[in-house]
């Protein structure tokens, strides 16, 4: 009988997302005095640059606040740069409150997918397999133990090959993706002669099938 003490359950704590050169922060202020608060808050303009109300990581992985100035933000955790914000405010309000969230959080899925194209990720959260969930997973013809992923980062274009089948995916590098990241299903070449193949032969097969069933009617008559 199966005993779920017998079962081994391993949890394995996810890698905290820091904030790199390039990403778009959303950041809202607030406090008792709101009005005051506002002022610290990127004005949201239609068509316009801000649309979204949000900060872009310069290349120097900084942002600039008002008042406030300069920040260094690449590096930080979401909870680092809520933290410093924080401190730095209560110069000027009364118990602010920082909200901090990630924006424009894109990768591409290229290849043998259903769907493939560049994703807007709503979260800085997410894995290789949720990533190909989005492009419709893999097709028939794609490679599982070998899919590319393209990652840039300041100085050079990373490479990696992925085993989507082993059972230590979750401990590679990549599977946990990051913001531009590409993804690459190459083909499987055996894989689509032999579906090649079985559609060639498959009127044949379905003709000795039928006369095989029309002589066997027959023998029972």
């Given at each position: 009988m199966y005993n779920i003490k017998d079962s081994v359950f391993e949890t394995k704590k996810l890698p905290v997302r820091v904030i790199?050169?390039?990403?778009?922060?959303?950041?809202?202020?607030?406090s008792v005095n709101t009005e005051l608060?506002?002022?610290f808050n990127m004005p949201v303009t239609l068509g316009g640059t801000n649309s979204s109300g949000s900060y872009w990581v310069d290349d120097d992985g900084q942002i600039t606040m008002t008042k406030i100035g300069l920040i260094s933000v690449a590096g930080l955790s979401y909870k680092s740069l809520k933290d410093t914000l924080e401190?730095?405010?209560?110069?000027?309000?009364k118990d602010p409150i920082v909200n901090v969230k990630f924006e424009s959080?894109?990768?591409s899925i290229l290849g043998e997918v259903r769907t493939p194209g560049t994703f807007v990720i709503p979260q800085s959260d997410i894995n290789i397999f949720q990533a190909l969930g989005l492009a419709g997973d893999i097709n028939?013809?794609?490679?599982?133990?070998?899919?590319?992923?393209?990652?840039?980062?300041?100085?050079?274009?990373?490479?990696f090959r992925i085993n989507l089948t082993t059972d230590s995916i979750m401990s590679h590098p990549a599977f946990h993706l990051k913001n531009r990241d590409v993804i690459y299903i190459e083909?499987?070449?055996?894989?689509?002669?032999?579906n090649s193949l079985l559609l060639q032969l498959w009127p044949t097969i379905f003709g000795a099938v039928t006369l095989f069933l029309l002589v066997l009617s027959s023998i029972n008559r």
């Amino acid at each position: 009988m199966y005993n779920i003490k017998d079962s081994v359950f391993e949890t394995k704590k996810l890698p905290v997302r820091v904030i790199e050169k390039g990403d778009q922060l959303s950041i809202f202020v607030s406090s008792v005095n709101t009005e005051l608060a506002n002022t610290f808050n990127m004005p949201v303009t239609l068509g316009g640059t801000n649309s979204s109300g949000s900060y872009w990581v310069d290349d120097d992985g900084q942002i600039t606040m008002t008042k406030i100035g300069l920040i260094s933000v690449a590096g930080l955790s979401y909870k680092s740069l809520k933290d410093t914000l924080e401190s730095k405010l209560k110069y000027y309000l009364k118990d602010p409150i920082v909200n901090v969230k990630f924006e424009s959080f894109r990768i591409s899925i290229l290849g043998e997918v259903r769907t493939p194209g560049t994703f807007v990720i709503p979260q800085s959260d997410i894995n290789i397999f949720q990533a190909l969930g989005l492009a419709g997973d893999i097709n028939l013809n794609g490679k599982r133990k070998s899919v590319l992923l393209y990652r840039q980062t300041d100085t050079e274009t990373q490479t990696f090959r992925i085993n989507l089948t082993t059972d230590s995916i979750m401990s590679h590098p990549a599977f946990h993706l990051k913001n531009r990241d590409v993804i690459y299903i190459e083909p499987d070449r055996v894989k689509m002669n032999t579906n090649s193949l079985l559609l060639q032969l498959w009127p044949t097969i379905f003709g000795a099938v039928t006369l095989f069933l029309l002589v066997l009617s027959s023998i029972n008559r």
